[in-house]
């Protein structure tokens, strides 16, 4: 069973359109969070959602909506993609600030 | 306030020479630490951690990190480099109390046979 999971694994749209990226995880970690890696591998964190309140949000775009609906969901929903928004997002998730699980990663190209 | 700064964006070693990878961090109080992998196109894989006790800890597939608090270091070490070690690496930091979560910049090790 994969721990942390995430859909798409790629998506290719159009500029201005919306789009969101679903991440389960099933290790019922309290914790979860979205990160950006740029194509210098640089991993910025975005959102960070403990028992399904947010705890961490990092200066993102307010295009960027994260939700979870429960401990193990955590989506991300982008509104009005830019050329600036392709990259990999990961979805990761741990047990109360200790290690991070991280998913397979959806990459987002931006047209 | 917590940073990492990993020394060397690019490493290149030999099949079957030393790795080394620098990480130094920077906190009011010792932190966790952290060494990831991450192989290409897949999400960061967990090599190692420090949380408390012995400070030389050992990971997956080899790879050994020291935790020494005297030069807030925490670098990542293999005795002999395989062809299939070829990825990015990130050192990350995170506080004991709080939230905070920090990675490095990485460090991208190739293998040359």
């Known amino acids: 069973d994969t721990a942390v999971s995430q859909t798409p694994k790629y998506l290719v749209t159009q500029m201005g359109n919306d789009k969101s990226i679903k991440c389960e995880q099933n290790l019922g970690h309290d ?11 640089f991993l910025k964190i975005m959102f960070s959602y403990n028992n399904k309140e947010l705890i961490i949000n990092e200066t993102v775009p307010n295009r960027f909506s994260p939700k979870s609906p429960d401990k193990a969901h955590l989506n991300l929903h982008i509104n009005s993609l830019e050329l600036g928004d392709s990259a990999v997002y990961f979805c990761a998730s741990s047990p109360r600030y200790n290690e991070q699980f991280f998913g397979p990663g959806t990459r987002l190209t931006v047209l | 306030a917590q940073s990492v700064t990993q020394l060397g964006s690019h490493v290149s070693v030999s099949e079957g020479a030393l790795v080394l990878l620098r990480c130094n961090y920077s906190s009011s109080v010792p932190p966790y630490l ?56 990130f050192c ?13 910049t990485g460090t991208s090790l190739t293998v040359i046979p």
Do not use: C
Not at chain 2, 39 to 47: E, H, K, M, S, V
Not at chain 2, 95 to 103: E, I, K, P
């Open chain 1, 31 to 41: 914790t979860m969070y979205w990160y950006k890696q740029d194509s210098k591998k």
């Open chain 2, 34 to 89: 952290f060494w990831y992998v991450q192989y290409p196109n897949q999400g960061l894989q967990l090599l190692l951690k420090y949380t408390t006790g012995a400070t030389l800890v050992k990971g997956i597939n080899g790879f050994e990190a020291e935790f020494k608090k005297s030069e807030t270091s925490f670098h990542l070490t293999k005795p002999s480099a395989h062809m299939s070690d070829a990825a990015e690496y």
């Open chain 2, 92 to 104: 990350a930091v995170s506080s004991r109390t709080g939230n905070q979560f920090y990675f490095g």
